[in-house]
């Protein structure tokens, strides 16, 4: 695990929750937060986050939602023993799993990890999602594997979550505007009821982020919800962004 003289420790959430992270490669910010105030979860019932870095989205979904037990999986050892410290940290250690083990890992893997098929009821993540091919990626190997995978990595992951989820169980992840479609087309096969929030910097700018919520085995049609805005014109963050990004607010879907 890194040292403390590699990592700083930081508040997020409006000082709700206190991380402890490198100081070099990725590093925590609006996206994990996002996907946390994004993912819809009741007490009692068990979520996974796939490729949890240091904990960020996993242990904010935690601190929201009392009783809610969270499973947060990471490849990375370091990252992961991290997590386990910001779990602990934050006195969420109790209702936290952490398990370093690689999302594309065989089956019989997550089972030994005590992540069971078909058991969660929410899977939530936030993916790499450049792809070395197309994008230029980062020349620091940390920050380079967060964001930057091969092409078919979206799909294994939710097709990952689609194994760990119980049937009718809820998938929520973040991902590029520009990838709907390839969102759209790796979905298909396992769920339905796709819907879509975009994030937006500023008004009158195109989005850069959709929020996407996916419930296995459903019928329901696709929808397009209103999105969100992080800045005002003038860049000052918006009062409905600083609800969710300061104040710990779920974010509303307005689906229905």
Same mark, same amino acid.
């Given at each position: 695990?890194?040292?403390?003289?590699?990592?700083?420790?930081?508040?997020?959430?409006?000082?709700?929750?206190?991380?402890?992270?490198?100081?070099?490669?990725?590093?925590?910010?609006?996206?994990?937060?996002?996907?946390?105030?994004?993912?819809?979860?009741?007490?009692?019932?068990?979520?996974?986050?796939?490729?949890?870095?240091?904990?960020?989205? #996993? $242990? *904010?979904?935690?601190?929201? =939602?009392?009783? +809610?037990? @969270?499973?947060?999986? !990471?490849?990375?050892? %370091?990252? &992961?023993?991290?997590?386990?410290?910001?779990?602990?940290?934050? #006195? $969420? *250690?109790?209702?936290?799993? =952490?398990?370093? +083990?690689? @999302?594309?890992?065989? !089956?019989?893997?997550? %089972?030994? &990890?005590?992540?069971?098929?078909?058991?969660?009821?929410?899977?939530?993540?936030?993916?790499?999602?450049?792809?070395?091919?197309?994008?230029?990626?980062?020349?620091?190997?940390?920050?380079?594997? &967060?964001?930057?995978?091969?092409?078919?990595?979206?799909?294994?992951?939710?097709?990952?979550?689609?194994?760990?989820?119980?049937?009718?169980?809820?998938?929520?992840?973040?991902?590029?505007?520009?990838?709907?479609?390839?969102?759209?087309?790796?979905?298909?096969?396992?769920?339905?009821?796709?819907?879509?929030?975009?994030?937006?910097?500023?008004?009158?700018?195109?989005?850069?982020?959709?929020?996407?919520?996916?419930?296995?085995?459903?019928?329901?049609?696709?929808?397009?919800?209103?999105?969100?805005?992080?800045?005002?014109?003038?860049?000052?963050?918006?009062?409905?962004?600083?609800?969710?990004?300061?104040?710990?607010?779920?974010?509303?879907?307005?689906?229905?």
């Amino acid at each position: 695990m890194p040292g403390d003289a590699d990592t700083t420790l930081d508040a997020v959430l409006g000082d709700r929750l206190t991380l402890r992270q490198p100081k070099r490669g990725h590093r925590v910010g609006h996206d994990a937060i996002l996907l946390a105030a994004a993912t819809e979860a009741n007490p009692g019932e068990h979520a996974v986050e796939l490729g949890a870095g240091v904990g960020a989205a #996993g $242990l *904010a979904l935690a601190q929201r =939602v009392p009783g +809610l037990k @969270v499973t947060l999986v !990471e490849i990375d050892r %370091a990252l &992961a023993a991290l997590t386990q410290e910001n779990a602990a940290r934050n #006195g $969420l *250690a109790e209702r936290v799993h =952490v398990v370093a +083990l690689d @999302v594309a890992a065989p !089956e019989r893997e997550f %089972a030994k &990890a005590r992540i069971e098929r078909g058991t969660a009821s929410h899977v939530l993540m936030n993916p790499p999602f450049n792809d070395p091919a197309r994008h230029n990626v980062s020349p620091d190997p940390q920050r380079r594997s &967060a964001h930057a995978a091969p092409a078919n990595t979206l799909v294994r992951w939710i097709d990952r979550a689609g194994s760990l989820l119980a049937q009718s169980g809820t998938l929520t992840m973040i991902w590029r505007a520009d990838g709907l479609g390839d969102v759209l087309a790796a979905t298909r096969a396992n769920f339905g009821g796709v819907t879509i929030l975009p994030i937006y910097p500023r008004p009158n700018a195109a989005a850069i982020r959709i929020l996407v919520r996916a419930v296995k085995a459903s019928r329901a049609p696709f929808a397009l919800v209103p999105g969100l805005t992080l800045n005002d014109v003038d860049g000052r963050p918006s009062a409905a962004a600083e609800t969710i990004l300061r104040g710990g607010a779920a974010l509303c879907w307005q689906s229905g």
